[in-house]
């Protein structure tokens, strides 16, 4: 197997350093350039991060010293992952594409582009395929941008893909979250507000899980020159809790058609099944989606569950009839893992499988 070398940026945050853990002794990919603001580049890597994992910082990365996000110095890598400030991410990121380096973002600035496919590594990566308009219409040989979603899109569209493949379209979706502190970086929220508390607003958080559903459930064009997106009706609303990591959902699903029932449900989550495992990546969840039954009632709790295939996979349980709309059922997933820097992962593994990189 070839190892590619792959440049990290955004490297010394939240996102940046789960990179760092998931790829330190990664069999595909070795962490050549890290990248990051002007007020850590220049410095040892040990001395730039405050590190706030519970994984010791491997030995390698903390003597590297942080560069600049200019893709000069990152010629090197065949990938680079993102996990940079939405603020100046879209800027950064837009550079490396030109610069002909694959881009597999975590930020939120290209998801609504029109040939920018964003991926849920376990849901539609058969997505993909638009790469090459981007590509076409940029006049670029390798490079392309591919984001993965939001957080908590991510732990609420995989049940939902597995629903829509065994059951067809879904016509309306109320999702309601309780959110980990990981998920605002750091320093994040201060203490003095989430202690003891519930803070019931995640700014722009509601809109993004309400339109980034539509599109990952969605589909390609027939010519691939971009995405149809699903006509499902999201209603999200989303809470900040004192949890470290691990974003929890209270999902309810009402379905197009006939609705199936809660057994039928359980047994498409089971089964369910992604192009990924059929790729045989290395990083893909064996089983994309664990199912908790009524033995065990209060499951998935984010201390306990949130480590399921290393926080690939997602937790669901509590499924059952719904009064209003058909079935509800509780989701949980690792929000730095598949919902952040292991979606990236994953998906440049796929994309090697592709052949796009
Ligand atoms: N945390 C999560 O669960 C999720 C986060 N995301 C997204 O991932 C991205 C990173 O989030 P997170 O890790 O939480 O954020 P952090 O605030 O923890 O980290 C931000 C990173 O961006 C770097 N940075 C800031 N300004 C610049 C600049 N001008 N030039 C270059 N680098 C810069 C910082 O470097 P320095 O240390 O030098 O300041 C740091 O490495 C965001 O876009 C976020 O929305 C997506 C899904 C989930
Ligand atoms: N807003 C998410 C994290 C995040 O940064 O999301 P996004 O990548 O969609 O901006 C959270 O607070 O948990």
């Known amino acids: 197997m070839v190892v590619k070398k792959v440049g990290i940026l955004g490297a010394t945050g939240t996102v940046g350093q789960r990179f760092i853990t998931l ?18 580049s220049g410095k040892k890597y040990e001395d730039a991060a405050r590190w706030k994992q519970s994984k010791a910082m491997p030995e390698k990365v903390a003597k590297m010293i942080v560069s600049e996000c200019d893709p000069k110095l990152f010629s090197e890598c065949s990938i680079v992952f993102s996990g940079l400030d939405a603020e100046f991410a879209g800027e950064i990121e837009k550079n490396f594409r ?33 790469v090459k308009k981007q590509q076409e219409q940029l006049g670029l040989q390798r490079g392309f941008i591919v984001t993965n979603s939001n957080c908590s899109t991510a732990g609420v569209v995989v049940p939902l893909k597995a629903m829509q493949d065994a059951f067809g379209p879904i016509e309306k979706v109320t999702v309601t979250t309780m959110q980990a502190i990981s998920g605002a970086g750091y320093p994040g929220v201060s203490s003095l507000d989430i202690l003891d508390n519930v ?5 722009g958080e509601e809109e993004k899980i309400e339109w980034e559903v539509r599109k990952i459930l969605g589909s390609t064009n027939e010519d691939l020159s971009g995405f149809k997106l699903t006509d499902t009706v999201v209603s999200a609303q989303c809470n900040r809790v004192p949890v470290l990591d691990g974003h929890t959902s209270c999902v309810a699903v009402k379905f197009a058609g006939k609705a199936p029932s809660v057994e039928e449900i359980k047994k498409a989550l089971v089964n369910y099944r992604c192009e990924a495992n059929k790729l045989g990546c290395f990083s893909a969840p064996k089983q994309p989606i664990h199912v908790f039954d009524e033995k065990n009632p209060d499951r998935p709790q984010p201390r306990l569950d949130r480590e399921a295939e290393r926080g690939y996979a997602v937790s669901v349980g509590r499924i059952r009839p719904d009064s209003i709309f058909d079935i ?12 952040a820097a292991g979606a990236g992962i994953l998906n440049a593994e796929v994309a090697v499988k592709k052949g796009l990189i």
Do not use: W
């Open 23 to 40: 790829l330190d002794e990664h069999p595909e990919f070795e962490i050549a350039v890290l990248g990051a603001s002007a007020r850590s």
């Open 98 to 130: 030109a610069a002909n380096i694959p881009v597999l973002s975590n930020a939120k600035n290209y998801r609504r582009d029109p040939v920018v496919p964003l991926i849920v590594p376990t849901v539609n990566t058969e997505h993909f395929d638009v």
């Open 328 to 339: 509800k059922f509780v989701s949980l997933v690792h929000n730095t893992v598949l919902g």
């Open 199 to 203: 803070v019931p607003f995640i700014g």
